[in-house]
């Protein structure tokens, strides 16, 4: 306490090489930032699943990660913890514009993600949005570009980018394919290639999955660097 925001997150970076994943059990093992500890403590989030402590520690350390994991086993907050740290030791604020990308298949799988961020993400000052459709293509523009954190389903992401060009994805820092499967599975391969090929090359991603197919193998190569391999199977 204290001390300045940048000294805490000097700090904090200079400790995710060093973290010894045989002893992380809980989020205060993490060097994670107060703000993400408040969150998750109100939540009532205290110990890691499997998914969490296999993908959360290398994601910290800015890698990709190409995540293999059940329904049920907590990849929202695999990937939410990592795109909220990162983006508070990039110290972005409101002003910034989109800091990260989180594609999910389905309308209410962003609510849930959408509710799980403001839940665990309350504390931090992003600002956070959904763009799945409903509302009409204007009032969603308008609406993304002052969002650090954008949530959205493929079709309608791909509907902006295409009938905006100047949609401004520039500044973003690390992307979610979540349930990339499940995306592959609804037809939306072309629409996955397009919109990875429309994104800033220098970004940080991670892709989840419950399983690894072919389409799922050729969606990896196109998007992610050097992944990391990360799988869980909670049934063991
Ligand atoms: P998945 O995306 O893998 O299907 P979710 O992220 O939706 O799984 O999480 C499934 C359930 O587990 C949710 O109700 C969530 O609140 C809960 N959960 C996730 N992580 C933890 C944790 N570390 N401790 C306790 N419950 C958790
Ligand atoms: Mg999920």
Known sequence: TG?????????LKSQYD???VSKVEK???LPLSQKSIKGLKESKYTKLTDIQKASVPLALQGKDI???AQTGSGKTLAFLL???ERLYCEQWSRVDGIGALVITPTRELAYQIFEALKKVGKYHDFSAGLIIGGKDLKFERKRMDQCNIVICTPGRLLQHMDENPLFDCVTMKILVLDEADRCLDMGFQETMNAIIANLPPMRQTLLFSATQTKSVKDLARLSLKDPSYVSVNEMT
Request: net charge negative; aromatic share 4%; hydrophobic share 50%.
């Open 27 to 29: 989020f205060v093992d």
């Open 3 to 11: 001390q300045p925001e940048s000294v805490l997150i000097e700090n």
């Open 66 to 68: 190409l995540g293999a």
């Open 82 to 84: 990592p795109v909220l």
């Open 18 to 20: 060093t973290i010894d």
